[in-house]
């Protein structure tokens, strides 16, 4: 579809209701093939332009006779007619804007609506207005061009690139938001698109929680084309700090390595552990009664004691139990199943650096900042604690600032489930919103297993295709029930219906490609850059160990 | 109008149909063809019906066979055979030419006379006048004095003299349709009887 796309009548509006969607007669000549839900819509009426999507295709006929007796499939003759005129398509449309007209308009393709007019729409057009595909001009119209808060994120479902849906990132990045879709849908790579968009846009500032280490290094898609890491595309703009001493040669150099002191560990980032660790509710009291015996250094005291019965032995847990009141077993189970952080070489005792200030300085100075999991890319404990960890200290501290904070967080469901919810600082910045100016970005194939109040304040959804029907119902729940089909309907890869206060209404996207994402790069300077960044970080940091 | 040469004469007359009696016998335009009145103004009609029958309804004819062939010996042989029979046609009338000039598809608000002549519409005269779909309108209306295979046949002999005979049809198909919304199945067979392609001569 070109800028010198011709508007094309597809249909006519013959009944319906604002509530259960309106229904759509297709014109004869057009082929129903030639459209799919989702695809917008426009519908002239005597006052309004309203916009819409497909919600629903219908199959009918003007006789009831013709499902008993159809004409041979073989008599192409015969049924080319009856298509479309007996026969005809219904199509439902989800009805979402409206602008009104201005009295003085000549031609509706010569209007220059302002999109600032854009309301609901609250009243439906009249019987018999003529519906049209939404062209070009009218998804630019609505979503606005790419300017310095508008960001590229894909081409409207089955569009060509020149119509391009442009997210207000500034907009998104006020309210938590939410990357959804069952594995290998594409998620990871539309996260990549809003992340390079909103630090392209300087927007904010991204904490990136980097479990599979798909944003801090360079990965192959499958075809096995190589689609650039966050810090190749923004060298000077991100940082990739590694968990530990863990990445390896001939990986992208971390810019620093994060190294965490069991004196920053609370219960409640223990509590977050309970499912995966398998820890009691008796276990998780005895924890908060050793914090209350011990200090903030109770984690650290408490697994460096030796597992014995000797009450003499003031190091021991039987000593422990005596201390805190509680029972040497309950103590005893808890140890065992905590031990696992012993394992952990970045958690130490006494690090020499403040990783966790190390970090905030980073993000104060605007830089983005990528937290590489490394050789812990598979564990699932080191994951869940350290991510809680580093989000709630940076948190508490971040309150004084200015910019936005984006934090993006992957498996969100282990943090932001009903039962943990509400514990964690997560939940919190969920449910809190814009109040601190720090937001998430949760990125997860199962949105069942997130809490329903943090899945309802999330701001803007992208949802790729989902299949477990769970799924659908709680990431669709106070959304139009039409919507069910067009997440239904969605391609296994790269496609995504996008809904949320980012945008005016929802729309269904091929998200854009890659080559879209790097045409920009100059690999040369990129190489140069990434060398001066380093050299600059050295200084102020001094020099890594390899 | 450029055709003007009277094939008939009409001999019975009102507002819907004509019925004319062809000036040689069995020389009659075939089922399906667009005929004019030879007046002012002209009405335009389709050839729904033809039959010979004696000139005195009183006295049938008897059979005088067996003929293996046509019986044009007997006819030779019995020159005045010729002057007891007469071919006559059923003309469905379709629409008239105003004083402008220009086609109507509307039925004439008052009967052609009798003893005007008829004559066949040129090719140029029937692609104006099929030129748009209003040409079907009374054509549908019609359909129950036509019938069917008469309504088929006169859309295909038409689609002949189209330069996309197969579109005219298709075209003509979808009209007739959004149409017929009453009886699908009826619809079906008409379509079919179409779907037989055009009438080429």
Same mark, same amino acid.
Request: aromatic content about 8%; glycine content about 6%; charged content about 25%.
């Given at each position: 579809?070109?800028?010198?796309?011709?508007?094309?009548?597809?249909?006519?509006?013959?009944?319906?209701?604002?509530?259960?969607?309106?229904?759509?007669?297709?014109?004869?000549?057009?082929?129903?093939e030639?459209?799919?839900?989702?695809?917008?819509?426009?519908?002239?009426?005597?006052?309004?332009?309203?916009?819409?999507?497909?919600?629903?295709?219908?199959?009918?006929?003007?006789?009831?006779?013709?499902?008993?007796?159809?004409?041979?499939?073989?008599?192409?003759f015969?049924t080319?007619?009856?298509?479309?005129?007996?026969?005809?398509?219904?199509?439902?449309?989800?009805?979402?804007?409206?602008?009104?007209?201005?009295?003085?308009?000549?031609?509706?393709?010569?209007?220059?609506?302002d999109?600032?007019?854009?309301?609901?729409?609250?009243?439906?057009?009249?019987?018999?207005?003529?519906?049209?595909?939404?062209?070009?001009?009218?998804?630019?119209?609505?979503?606005?061009?790419?300017?310095?808060?508008?960001?590229?994120i894909?081409?409207?479902?089955?569009?060509d690139?020149?119509?391009?849906?442009?997210?207000?990132?500034?907009?998104?990045?006020?309210?938590?938001?939410?990357?959804?879709?069952?594995?290998?849908?594409?998620?990871?790579?539309?996260?990549?698109?809003?992340?390079?968009?909103?630090?392209? #846009?300087?927007?904010?500032?991204n904490?990136?929680?980097?479990?599979h280490?798909?944003?801090?290094?360079?990965?192959?898609?499958?075809?096995?084309?190589?689609?650039?890491?966050?810090?190749?595309?923004f060298?000077?703009?991100?940082?990739?700090?590694?968990?530990?001493?863990?990445?390896n040669?001939?990986?992208?150099?971390?810019?620093?390595?994060?190294?965490?002191s069991?004196?920053?560990?609370?219960?409640q980032?223990?509590?977050?552990?309970?499912?995966?660790?398998?820890?009691?509710?008796?276990?998780?009291?005895?924890?908060?009664?050793?914090?209350?015996?011990?200090?903030?250094?109770?984690?650290?005291?408490?697994?460096?004691?030796?597992?014995?019965?000797?009450?003499?032995?003031i190091?021991?847990?039987?000593?422990?139990?005596?201390?805190?009141?509680?029972?040497?077993?309950?103590l005893?189970?808890?140890?065992?199943?905590?031990?696992?952080?012993k394992?952990?070489?970045?958690?130490?005792?006494?690090?020499?650096?403040?990783?966790?200030?190390?970090?905030?300085t980073?993000?104060?100075?605007?830089?983005?900042?990528?937290?590489?999991?490394?050789?812990?890319?598979?564990?699932e404990?080191?994951?869940?604690?350290v991510?809680?960890?580093?989000?709630?200290?940076?948190?508490?501290?971040?309150?004084?600032?200015?910019?936005?904070?984006?934090?993006?967080?992957?498996?969100?469901?282990?943090?932001?489930?009903?039962e943990?919810?509400?514990?964690?600082?997560?939940?919190t910045?969920?449910?809190?919103?814009?109040k601190?100016?720090?937001?998430?970005?949760?990125?997860?194939?199962r949105?069942?297993?997130?809490?329903?109040?943090?899945?309802?304040?999330?701001?803007?959804?992208?949802?790729?295709?989902?299949?477990?029907?769970?799924?659908?119902?709680?990431?669709?729940?106070?959304?139009?029930?039409?919507?069910?089909?067009?997440?239904?309907?969605?391609?296994?890869?790269?496609?995504?219906?996008?809904?949320?206060?980012?945008?005016p209404?929802?729309?269904?996207?091929?998200?854009?490609?890659?080559?879209?994402?790097?045409?920009?790069?100059?690999?040369?300077?990129?190489?140069?850059?990434?060398?001066?960044?380093?050299?600059?970080?050295?200084?102020l940091?001094?020099? #890594?160990?390899? | 109008?450029?055709?003007?040469n009277?094939?008939?004469?009409?001999?019975?007359?009102?507002?819907?149909?004509?019925?004319?009696?062809?000036?040689?016998?069995?020389?009659?335009?075939?089922?399906?063809?667009?005929?004019?009145?030879?007046?002012?103004?002209?009405?335009?009609?389709?050839?729904?019906?033809?039959?010979?029958?004696?000139?005195?309804?009183?006295?049938?004819?008897?059979?005088?066979?067996?003929f293996?062939?046509?019986?044009?010996? %007997?006819?030779?042989?019995?020159?005045? %055979?010729?002057?007891l029979f007469?071919?006559?046609a059923?003309?469905?009338?379709?629409?008239?030419?105003?004083?402008?000039?220009?086609?109507?598809?509307?039925?004439?608000?008052?009967?052609?006379?009798?003893?005007?002549?008829?004559?066949?519409?040129?090719?140029?005269e029937? %692609?104006?006048?099929?030129?748009?779909?209003?040409?079907?309108?009374?054509?549908?209306e019609?359909?129950?004095?036509?019938?069917?295979?008469?309504?088929?046949?006169?859309?295909?002999?038409?689609?002949?003299?189209?330069?996309?005979?197969?579109?005219?049809?298709?075209?003509?198909?979808?009209?007739?349709?959004?149409?017929?919304?009453h009886?699908?199945?009826?619809?079906?067979?008409? %379509?079919r009887?179409?779907?037989r392609?055009?009438?080429?001569?």
């Amino acid at each position: 579809m070109s800028s010198t796309e011709i508007k094309q009548k597809i249909g006519t509006l013959v009944g319906g209701s604002l509530s259960a969607g309106l229904e759509i007669r297709l014109d004869p000549e057009y082929s129903v093939e030639n459209l799919y839900v989702g695809d917008g819509i426009t519908i002239d009426g005597r006052e309004k332009r309203y916009f819409g999507i497909i919600s629903d295709m219908l199959l009918q006929s003007s006789d009831s006779s013709l499902r008993s007796f159809p004409p041979s499939s073989s008599d192409f003759f015969v049924t080319s007619i009856l298509s479309g005129t007996s026969a005809f398509t219904i199509l439902k449309i989800s009805l979402q804007l409206a602008v009104s007209l201005d009295s003085n308009f000549d031609e509706f393709d010569q209007l220059g609506l302002d999109n600032s007019s854009f309301g609901p729409a609250t009243t439906v057009p009249p019987h018999f207005s003529p519906v049209y595909r939404a062209t070009s001009k009218d998804y630019t119209e609505i979503f606005g061009s790419e300017d310095e808060h508008h960001g590229w994120i894909g081409t409207p479902k089955g569009r060509d690139e020149e119509v391009k849906i442009n997210l207000d990132l500034e907009q998104l990045i006020k309210r938590s938001n939410g990357v959804f879709g069952k594995t290998g849908t594409g998620k990871t790579f539309l996260t990549r698109v809003l992340l390079s968009e909103i630090i392209k #846009k300087n927007l904010g500032v991204n904490l990136i929680f980097d479990m599979h280490r798909d944003y801090s290094d360079s990965v192959n898609d499958e075809s096995g084309k190589k689609i650039h890491s966050l810090k190749q595309l923004f060298p000077s703009k991100v940082e990739v700090m590694s968990l530990g001493k863990s990445f390896n040669k001939g990986q992208v150099r971390p810019d620093a390595e994060i190294m965490v002191s069991y004196s920053d560990l609370e219960v409640q980032d223990i509590e977050i552990l309970s499912e995966t660790l398998n820890l009691t509710s008796a276990g998780l009291l005895a924890a908060h009664a050793l914090d209350r015996s011990y200090g903030e250094k109770w984690l650290g005291i408490f697994l460096n004691m030796e597992p014995s019965e000797d009450k003499e032995n003031i190091n021991s847990l039987s000593a422990a139990a005596e201390r805190t009141g509680q029972l040497y077993t309950v103590l005893h189970t808890l140890w065992r199943r905590l031990e696992i952080l012993k394992k952990f070489e970045f958690l130490q005792q006494n690090p020499a650096e403040e990783s966790i200030k190390r970090i905030f300085t980073s993000l104060e100075r605007g830089k983005h900042v990528i937290l590489d999991f490394g050789s812990h890319q598979s564990n699932e404990t080191a994951y869940i604690l350290v991510t809680s960890l580093i989000t709630r200290r940076i948190y508490e501290r971040w309150a004084e600032q200015d910019n936005q904070l984006i934090i993006a967080i992957e498996e969100a469901h282990k943090f932001l489930n009903s039962e943990v919810a509400s514990q964690t600082i997560f939940g919190t910045i969920a449910r809190e919103m814009r109040k601190w100016k720090v937001t998430l970005l949760v990125v997860d194939q199962r949105p069942s297993g997130i809490d329903a109040e943090v899945l309802s304040q999330l701001g803007t959804k992208f949802i790729h295709q989902l299949e477990d029907n769970r799924d659908i119902d709680s990431i669709l729940a106070g959304s139009s029930r039409d919507l069910r089909s067009v997440v239904s309907t969605l391609a296994p890869k790269q496609q995504a219906l996008v809904i949320g206060h980012a945008l005016p209404m929802p729309v269904v996207i091929d998200v854009r490609s890659n080559d879209t994402l790097t045409n920009f790069i100059n690999p040369e300077k990129t190489a140069t850059e990434i060398i001066n960044i380093e050299r600059d970080n050295d200084d102020l940091f001094g020099e #890594k160990n390899e | 109008m450029k055709n003007q040469n009277p094939i008939a004469e009409i001999i019975e007359s009102s507002t819907k149909s004509l019925i004319v009696q062809c000036y040689e016998l069995y020389q009659a335009p075939k089922l399906g063809t667009l005929i004019k009145t030879l007046d002012d103004p002209s009405i335009i009609g389709i050839v729904f019906n033809v039959f010979t029958e004696p000139l005195d309804p009183s006295r049938r004819p008897i059979a005088r066979g067996p003929f293996k062939n046509e019986p044009e010996k %007997l006819y030779e042989d019995n020159p005045h %055979l010729s002057l007891l029979f007469r071919t006559q046609a059923e003309i469905f009338i379709l629409g008239h030419v105003d004083q402008l000039k220009t086609y109507i598809y509307e039925l004439p608000l008052l009967p052609a006379k009798i003893h005007t002549g008829i004559s066949l519409l040129d090719e140029e005269e029937i %692609l104006a006048f099929t030129n748009t779909r209003a040409f079907l309108e009374l054509l549908i209306e019609g359909l129950d004095i036509i019938t069917e295979e008469i309504f088929s046949i006169s859309i295909r002999r038409i689609s002949g003299y189209h330069n996309d005979a197969e579109k005219f049809l298709h075209d003509t198909g979808k009209d007739v349709a959004g149409n017929f919304h009453h009886d699908q199945q009826k619809l079906i067979s008409l %379509l079919r009887k179409l779907g037989r392609g055009p009438i080429n001569e």
